[in-house]
């Protein structure tokens, strides 16, 4: 066979074998479609559909480590309980973790909230709690979260809420522009109660706030059935040169799962922005026969002044400083001065 020939065959053979792979070539499978996360910008910034629903969901929360100091130190354990020291001073750490979960219906917005909150006094002293769980919808509030008695003035130095204020609760709140008002049940089955009496209290609880301008206020009022006493509250802010004034007064009929620090409060604040990232917050109160005695029953004939200063800065976005200083000179008992550092990172 010559070359020529060779080098025809030789062609040939190959254009058949290329024509058979040509004809059995593997075709690769089209992926499947992703679903990929959707933002939720119907509620505001950081909420996200939750893939296959037309439920939206926001993840927050916060890290704050704080040390405090003060005679026979206790640290507060976030769910009205407190986590006990016998030095002067202690330290603790908290992870707090928040999933807000939102969709649209024909009577407003559903919302759904759970708060998860981890205290650790130390490795061995840990206490997970559910610190809120609740149902919106309607301007109806169920469920396990703060009262009205839980607001207070920006500062640290103002003791103007009830020793408990996390409570089960049906409320309805009605809310318009920069006005809200409502009524609340709540059962006070963790708050003080009278000696002899079981924990089975219910509480009546009103609020209404608001803002016009400069101005911020709100009237809060709790009737505790069990002791058959209750309270009620002023408060208000207002923007003054370079600072917001923040003011208070408390009437307390006697102890009760409201207010049971004494029968009368003023309390006075002035936050001042001495630039954008540091706020200095000197605050004074006065308590009016200060103390419960004959087994919570009644106000001693005592009064006390507190005196404190807060101080906040913002190191960088997210992350925040906060330390205070206070010091409770009360009749009949010696001064006490108290304070914390706190470092906290929101997300």
Same mark, same amino acid.
């Given at each position: ?179 809200? $008002? !409502?009524?609340?049940? /709540?059962?006070? &089955?963790?708050?003080? *109660?009278?000696? =002899?009496?079981? #924990?089975?209290?219910? @509480? %009546? ?15 809060? $009022? !709790?009737?505790?059935? /069990?002791?058959? &006493?209750?309270?009620? *509250?002023?408060? =208000?802010?207002? #923007?003054?040169?370079? @600072? %917001? ?23 006075? &604040? ?12 000197? @605050? %004074? ?63």
């Amino acid at each position: 066979m010559t070359i020529r020939m060779m080098l025809i065959s030789s062609a040939a053979a190959l254009a058949a074998v290329s024509g058979a792979q040509a004809a059995d070539a593997i075709v690769a499978a089209e992926p499947e479609a992703v679903e990929y996360v959707r933002v939720c910008d119907a509620y505001g910034t950081g909420y996200f559909y939750i893939p296959g629903t037309e439920t939206c969901l926001k993840v927050s929360g916060y890290i704050r480590f704080q040390t405090g100091a003060g005679p026979n130190r206790s640290e507060n354990a976030g769910d009205g309980s407190t986590v006990a020291n016998r030095s002067d001073w202690d330290a603790y750490t908290r992870g707090q973790v928040q999933f807000t979960a939102k969709s649209d219906t024909e009577y407003g917005p559903l919302t759904g909230v759970i708060v998860l909150q981890t205290n650790a006094d130390n490795a061995s002293s840990q206490k997970a709690v559910l610190d809120s769980a609740y149902i919106d919808i309607a301007g109806i509030r169920a469920g396990l979260f703060y009262s009205w008695w839980d607001d207070g003035l920006s500062g640290e130095t103002d003791d103007i809420g009830s020793g408990v204020t996390l409570h089960n609760s049906l409320r309805y709140q009605y809310e318009a522009d920069g006005f809200y $008002a !409502g009524v609340s049940v /709540d059962e006070l &089955e963790d708050s003080i *109660r009278q000696v =002899g009496e079981n #924990a089975n209290n219910v @509480g %009546v609880a009103v609020g209404i706030g608001g803002k016009a301008g400069i101005f911020t206020y709100q009237v809060t $009022a !709790g009737y505790d059935t /069990d002791a058959e &006493e209750g309270a009620v *509250r002023a408060m =208000g802010t207002v #923007a003054i040169g370079p @600072g %917001v004034l923040g003011l208070a007064g408390i009437y307390s009929s006697a102890p009760n799962a409201y207010y049971q620090k004494s029968e009368w409060v003023i309390a006075a &604040e002035y936050a001042i922005k001495a630039t954008d990232k540091l706020k200095i917050t000197p @605050g %004074v109160q006065y308590y009016g026969n200060y103390g419960a005695i004959n087994g919570n029953t009644d106000f001693a004939n005592n009064d006390a002044w507190k005196y404190g200063v807060t101080v906040d800065y913002q190191i960088v976005d997210n992350l925040y400083a906060k330390a205070t200083v206070n010091y409770l000179d009360a009749d009949n008992a010696d001064g006490v001065t108290t304070g914390f550092f706190r470092l906290q990172r929101a997300f």
